[in-house]
């Protein structure tokens, strides 16, 4: 199957949108937890059967190249824990939001890709280990999104990270699959 | 030489405090980025000589462990990454302090200290890419600091946070020849 | 389902035993170097969702622990690099089998796996690099091991070493899935 | 200086050759360990400061180039932690001698130098954790080299090692200082 074949929205979307429950159930919690705690292992999985070239072809016409997905992984999990430190010690702390086309355009987006499994390996022991420690008060402990315009408790960003993270591999896995890699 | 015979001042500033040079040339630079390259290993080559006991043992008395100083590490390059961005890619923004006593006490900075290691051998290498690939003119690109009440440029940031990797492996080490340790 | 309900061979091979194909297509040799690539990951993917209690029981009654499987893992491919480059630098040379179970007792078999893990990484590049360049005549060449009493082609090899990897991952994965872990 | 200076001796050997002490006091053995505890963190806080064409230069005429160095300690160290564990588990065993020059013209001396990096850092911790795990006894025990024709003991291989770790290290900060690097 072809990109061509595959609608933009199917591409942009390839597991659907991030979905609130209407409870965060332990079960819930645990999984997303679960799928942040295996994400850099899984990335690195995919992302070590592909070469140079493979690495800078794009998910979708006029998308990411995968190295851009890989490195965007890297630069949207370190902004993850700023806000969730900063929500832990700040009361409803208004995070920053940052320009993510125009971060993937910098330099550090041209390294090999070893430098952002590495970075997310050690962040996503970082989030596990906080959200791993979180008392029920602490999971309804909030920040401000200014861009959104809404407040984020700390289990929408669970779920949230969790599907951001499922959401990006699958660019990648999606795209591996056209060329028969698992 | 115990803690007790070095001044608190000693103890807390062990390289002394960051130099601002009149003239930032180009082998100041090259020497701040070399420092922030090298610091990663340097740091590894330190702390892997210790056990846990020894990493949970203070650097000077009221002070953090040695453990917390490697997280605060990795917390506080997790920052210097998201400020060189936001510096490249808005004009002069506001940057976000963080509470760094609060942050030292979240569940994170009792993990093994592995997970910072391998989070900053991944930041450095982003914020070495971001430094080297810099022009004359983007040298001297601003984020304001509100908690400084200024704008930091980033020729100042490469000889802060050079000068920041020095002076809390400086705490490490002062401590490790207390030891008898290199 | 617990272990008690498995019998001792199902419990040993997971996946079976290992398959030699009567021919070793380009196909079957692709497959084998994409399993032995992929492991460190796939590994990390699910061995980083256990504790250190889950690391010290055992996959089957008096068999070894997770956290020795995991070092096994280390030992055996240390010996397979060492093989592969003698079968490449030496006429069919004689190597030199070792005592797996007592190589388990050893003290870097207690240690945190990472250890295992980023030798597996460092590893496995290697045996990838090795695999993928050799010509037809090189995936010929032999090693002669005296316990089997049997000469090894690379080709076998590959089969061999994507079997074991596959195999004890499978030990660890089937005793996850009877803690209702993926 | 220029390696033109140097008399071929001078760079072939820059720590001169392993030294054999009278006594193998407590000291020195854990002046050995410690050397190798650290090896992996100074390599790469050395090498790190290199790019690809640096590492493709020769560290003397006719020698290897500083990337197959790299590679040779992971060679070497990878048969060490072998032969360590042979003479832990067999009586005086007789271990296999490898062809170094040819090993280093093999493909995986090609690879990017994070391979042997991180197989080095889970080797060496390995190595550590026998070392410190041995009784006076197991210290005295032996593995016979059948090039050198004479037996080793555990004691003397930690000699060797970290005299073997810092030889090829000063090998590339050796070179790295003609480049004024330090």
């Not at 995919?46 to 979708?60: C, H, S």
């Not at 702390?93 to 355009?105: G, K, N, Q, R, S």
């Amino acid at each position: 199957m072809s990109q061509a074949t595959l609608t933009d929205e199917a591409l942009r979307y390839p597991i659907g949108k991030v979905q609130v429950p209407d409870t965060y159930t332990p079960e819930l919690l645990a999984q997303y937890i679960a799928d942040i705690k295996t994400l850099p292992a899984r990335l690195r999985a995919a992302v070590i059967q592909l070469n140079e070239g493979q690495l800078r072809t794009t998910y979708r016409p006029g998308g990411w190249t995968l190295k851009q997905v890989v490195h965007h992984l890297g630069d949207s999990h370190l902004n993850s824990l700023v806000r969730i430190k900063l929500a832990l010690t700040e009361d409803n702390p208004t995070i920053l939001p940052y320009d993510e086309p125009a971060w993937a355009e910098q330099a550090d987006h041209q390294l090999p890709i070893e430098a952002s499994l590495k970075m997310l390996e050690g962040i996503h022991l970082r989030l596990v280990a906080l959200y791993e420690s979180l008392s029920d008060e602490q999971w309804d402990r909030t920040f401000y999104h200014p861009g959104a315009q809404k407040n984020y408790s700390l289990k929408f960003t669970a779920a949230l990270y969790a599907w951001h993270s499922n959401h990006h591999l699958a660019h990648i896995t999606t795209t591996m699959k056209q060329w028969g890699l698992a």
